[in-house]
Every structure is written in C-alpha cells, then in structure tokens.
C-alpha cells in the first residue's frame, strides 16, 4: 500500500476545535494532581491554594511564609522512576526476522536522536503516570505532488514516530465497528520571532482516516477563532494512532495506576507543612509576665538588668511547646513515606490469587504482576506502530518483527511475602525505618531510591 501526504492551505474555519471533550475532562483532574507532584517541590507551592488550603483567619502572609516553608517529598517521583526503570535493564530488541529497514529505523524512531529502548521507556513511564498514552506514526510531507517512492528514499524521508501525551489527545469521535473516525492533537510548536527570538506557537492537529489539517488562531487574540491553515491527503485507511494503556476505563480513557500513591504524597505535603510550621512556633519561646513593676520606659530584658515584681503573683517565665504534637508529626510523616516506599510495589507484585503451586513458580508471578502487564501492552503498542510504519514504506507488516522488552522485572512469590512481611513489621513498630528501607534496598527493590 502506498502511504504519501500532501498539504494545501485553506482558510475556511471552525469554533471550538481546541476545546476538550467530557473523557478528556474526566482524566484531567488527576493529570492535574500527578503533574504538580512530579514537578516538584516548586510546581507544588506554584499551585499554592489548590493543594495546601489556607486556614480559616489565617492571613495571605502567614501562609505564604508557611508555604515557603514546605518542601516536597517526592514518594510518587521515586515510585515512577523505580517502576519505569526496571524494564530496562536490558535494552528493548526485536525479533531476528525484522526487516533491515526497520531495525535502520529503530535507532531514532522520532528524528530527534530518541532510539527503541529511549521512546520504550518514556512511553512506559507517561502510561505510568496518566494511565494511557499514544504513539502516532506519521511521515514527511511530499515537497511535490508528483514526487515518488524512489525520491522519497533518495532524500532520505522514511516514517517517524511521535509520542503523544494523553493530556494532548483532547477529542476523538468513534464511528461504526468501534473504529476512530476522528482525533484531535493539542500542539505547540516553536517558531522564528525577529532576528534573536522564539515563540510558542499552539495548535491543533485533526486526523481523519485518508485525511489531516491543522488548525490555528490567525493572531493571540483570546476571542479569535481558530481556523484551518494546511490539510492534506493520504491514502491511510486508518487513523494511524496506537494506544498504551495502563488503567483502562473505556475507550481512550483510563485511570492512573499509581493515582492513590499520588494522593499519598499529598497527603504528606500537607502534614509537611504543619509539621514545618509546628517546629518553628515550638523554637520561638513565647516570654511570660505576671505581676512585673512597669516603670516609664516599660521593662529592659537582658543581661544586667534587674527586673522587680509586684507581689506574691509575680513571675517571669518563658513558655515552650511541649513536644508532644511534634513527635506526632514527624511519625504521621514516618509512616506516610513508609506507605509511599512500598506502596509502588504493588504492580511489581505478581497475582497469584488461588493459583496452584505450579503457577505459582517464580515465572508465573512474574508474569502476572501488573508492571509485566503493562510491558506487554508496550511491546504489542511499539510492534503495531512499526507494523503502520513499515505500511508507510511499503513493506510488509510482518517484516517488522516483536518489540521485546526486559521480561524480569517483578518480584516473585517469595519477595513479595517478604516485602509484605516487612511493611507490617514496620506498622506495627517491631521495626525502625532504616531497617526498613535497608531490607528492601538489599533484595534490589528499592536501590534508586533515596
């Protein structure tokens, strides 16, 4: 099948294109909250109010001092980056019968240097965080509408990958079988401003099968309305868009799979910062007076200086926190980072459920974990794509041969009733945090992790 496109530029318009739909609107609130937590601490206090609320008569200076205060502990960062390390301690392969073609293509999938094991890990790694992500496979315009396949290959031009965030997939229209009959891609991209500069410039892309085009705002306008400034033709039958999912929940929606962790972390931001804000009150001593003899320059405290008092009554005192709300502080922290440590773990950990004793061998549960799950539905999206780009150059979908990724990445039976084990232990107090951590580092679990 020959697979070309060619633009031609229109004017004609339509409102609202860049608007997401209702699944779209579903999702957004935990990207929203994943996002702030992987931005760090600066993301977190930028979003100020909407994760750490002010409290009732508490002044806007007072909490921005307090939210000064607060820094992030990132359990969610260290979970993602765990988790979407582990299938790649060996690199991403294919199998021995892959087309030369496809292997040369492999080696930068997105013309921006990023190979096979690279795009791999950052597709596994977004599905991680949003729960699906896409991959679309799209290839240069034509420069003329008579070029062929032999110049297309003497200038070099082949198919390309493109990593599409599910936050950029903002609508899609499913028509008869099930199948897309429509998606739009929110862009931006940059372009020459005068001699020096740079601008961003946002857009939005519209797929159809056979068809594409691109959508702009003529200038910055807030009320200016989009229109359509390239569209083209190719003789795709299909949208070629393929979709990873880690938490499906329907059709190109899902829920993230570590969202409850993200919650967790908040959870801890929050306490973070009571427990800053505690810890400086209880290292101010508040001075105390009673019964004091005021002359006209009120009382002098300080070194050599004599202070009198009125009576019985009198007293001069400081006063300080007791200590008590801070040690119960610092453990609700002790045990929301515990929680967090381990708390990723659940998708390295195989679900042996009623199994027999022969499925529940080490390979089994490793099978079954919901990691090496979602690396298998890595491996079938990256083989589909490559199958649409060997489409694009005119090879035979069966030449592109299986994305394989790192197969031994989840914990068996036995480590994960030790880990289970050692979580309850250390609830349960009969052992400290660093022997915690310690026992899990040691079975290789947590080693990139702080």
């Known amino acids: 099948m020959r697979l070309r496109a060619n633009s031609n530029a229109v004017a004609a318009g339509e409102p609202d294109v860049a608007s997401p739909n209702a699944?779209?609107?579903a999702m957004a609130p935990d990207w929203e909250l994943i996002s702030d937590l992987l931005g760090g601490t600066r993301a977190m206090r930028a979003a100020g109010e909407r994760w750490l609320p002010r409290e009732p008569k508490e002044s806007l200076e007072a909490y921005r001092i307090r939210l000064s205060r607060t820094v992030l502990f990132n359990g969610l960062g260290r979970a993602?980056?765990?988790?979407?390390?582990?299938?790649?301690?060996?690199?991403?392969s294919l199998a021995d019968g892959a087309d030369p073609r496809i292997?040369?293509?492999?080696?930068?999938?997105?013309l921006g240097g990023r190979d096979l094991t690279t795009f791999a890990r950052d597709v596994l790694r977004a599905a991680l965080t949003d729960g699906v992500t896409h991959i679309l496979v799209d290839f240069p315009e034509a420069t003329a509408a008579t070029e062929t396949l032999h110049d297309e290959r003497a200038r070099g031009v082949r198919p390309y990958f493109v990593h599409v965030p599910a936050r950029d997939l903002i609508g899609w229209r499913i028509g008869g079988g099930g199948m897309l009959e429509r998606v739009r891609l929110r862009e931006t991209v940059s372009e020459r401003d005068g001699v020096w500069g740079e601008k961003a410039v946002p857009q939005v892309r519209v797929l159809e099968p056979g068809s594409w085009?691109?959508?702009r705002k003529p200038d910055s306008t807030e009320d200016a309305p989009w229109r359509a400034v390239a569209r083209g033709k190719t003789s795709l039958t299909s949208i070629p868009l393929v979709s990873i999912y880690a938490g499906r929940t329907g059709f190109l929606t899902a829920r993230p799979p570590l969202i409850d962790l993200a919650w967790l972390n908040l959870a801890h931001?929050?306490?973070?910062?009571?427990?800053?804000?505690?810890?400086?009150v209880a290292r101010v001593p508040?001075?105390?007076?009673?019964?004091?003899?005021?002359?006209?320059?009120?009382?002098?405290?300080?070194?050599?200086?004599?202070?009198?008092?009125?009576?019985?009554g009198a007293d001069l005192r400081y006063i300080e926190h007791s200590g008590a709300a801070i040690a119960a502080g610092r453990q609700d922290l002790a045990d929301l980072e515990d929680r967090m440590a381990v708390m990723g773990l659940d998708l390295l950990v195989g679900r042996t459920g009623g199994a027999t004793a022969t499925e529940r061998a080490i390979d089994a549960?490793?099978?079954?974990?919901?990691?090496?799950?979602?690396v298998r539905e890595v491996e079938d999206g990256l083989t589909r794509?490559?199958?649409?780009?060997?489409?694009?150059?005119?090879?035979?979908?069966?030449?592109?041969?299986?994305?394989?990724?790192?197969?031994?990445?989840?914990?068996?039976?036995?480590?994960?009733?030790?880990?289970?084990l050692l979580l309850k232990a250390r609830i349960a107090g009969e052992i400290d945090r660093p022997t915690f951590l310690a026992e899990i580092r040691r079975r290789g679990i947590l080693a990139d992790m702080a």
């Open 103 to 110: 292997r040369a293509l492999c080696r930068d999938l997105d």
């Open 269 to 280: 931001w929050q306490s973070s910062s009571d427990q800053r804000h505690i810890l400086h």
């Open 385 to 420: 794509a490559l199958s649409l780009a060997a489409e694009w150059m005119d090879l035979n979908p069966a030449a592109t041969g299986r994305v394989t990724l790192d197969p031994d990445m989840g914990l068996d039976a036995q480590e994960a009733q030790e880990v289970d």
């Open 286 to 312: 508040i001075l105390f007076a009673r019964n004091l003899k005021v002359g006209e320059d009120g009382v002098e405290i300080g070194p050599n200086r004599l202070i009198l008092g009125d009576g019985d």
């Open 365 to 374: 549960a490793r099978a079954d974990s919901a990691l090496s799950g979602l």
């Open 80 to 92: 993602v980056q765990t988790l979407s390390g582990k299938p790649f301690v060996k690199p991403a």
């Open 23 to 25: 699944g779209w609107h």
């Open 213 to 215: 085009a691109v959508w």
